[in-house]
T-cell receptor, first 112, second 114 residues
């Protein structure tokens, strides 16, 4: 069966520090991969999605970037965190563009 | 502008009764709708979906109704159980497009009281 791993579960980082959140999927090949953010009082906002290695689409301009160095690995990064980057970050995968998303357990990021 | 709206941030229901969660959308291009359920400290899990060629889809205690003319869908849970207490997200997309076009509502927190 397919599983998705996302870590860390919680993270507290100072403003200006770098960020690296990692997500891996097991049990499937060539999945679509996604990074979402849920800010306080808001819905889930798509940040990035990838349909293959090295292919990244960005949905919103921001302080973050994403990379997909391997088929089942998706990384969310920032060189310098802002206070506004605080939120709940979710990685997700799907079989294809028309299949439901399967989410990881998320990372609660607090930028202080 | 919110394309998918869940106007009730919270809902409280007695165990055994029906829970009705509502969702409205504005984009007439949406033709595939999904509900996700989220427990605290966990990612959302897929619950049920419906395409615009149907007006009802049922899976056990969960039924989703779609009213295309009103651009409205609802999730019915019957009977409600305490384990159903969670945040429910409505999501919509244009089927055949990229999942990058999946738009989520802000969620409704359901509390089922024993």
């Amino acid at each position: 069966s397919q599983t998705i791993h996302q870590w860390p579960a919680t993270l507290v980082q100072p403003v200006g520090s770098p960020l690296s959140l990692e997500c891996t999927v097991e049990g499937t090949s060539n999945p679509n991969l996604y990074w979402y953010r849920q800010a306080a009082g808001r819905g889930l906002q798509l940040l990035f999605y990838s349909v293959g290695i090295g292919q990244i689409s960005s949905e919103v301009p921001q302080n973050l970037s994403a990379s997909r160095p391997q088929d089942r690995q998706f990384i969310l990064s920032s060189k310098k965190l802002l206070l506004s980057d605080s939120g709940f970050y979710l990685c997700a995968w799907s079989v294809d563009s028309n299949s439901p998303l399967h989410f990881g357990n998320g990372t609660r990021l607090t930028v202080t | 502008d919110q394309q998918v709206k869940q106007n009730s941030p919270s809902l409280s229901v007695q165990e055994g009764r029906i829970s009705i969660l509502n969702c409205d959308y504005t984009n007439s291009m949406f033709d595939y709708f999904l509900w996700y359920k989220k427990y605290p400290a966990e990612g959302p899990t897929f619950l049920i979906s419906i395409s615009s060629i149907k007006d009802k889809n049922e899976d056990g205690r969960f039924t989703v109704f779609l009213n295309k003319s009103a651009k409205h869908l609802s999730l019915h849970i019957v009977p409600s159980q305490p384990g159903d207490s969670a945040v429910y997200f409505c999501a919509a997309m244009n089927y055949g497009g990229s999942q990058g076009n999946l738009i989520f509502g802000k969620g409704t927190k359901l509390s089922v009281k024993p």
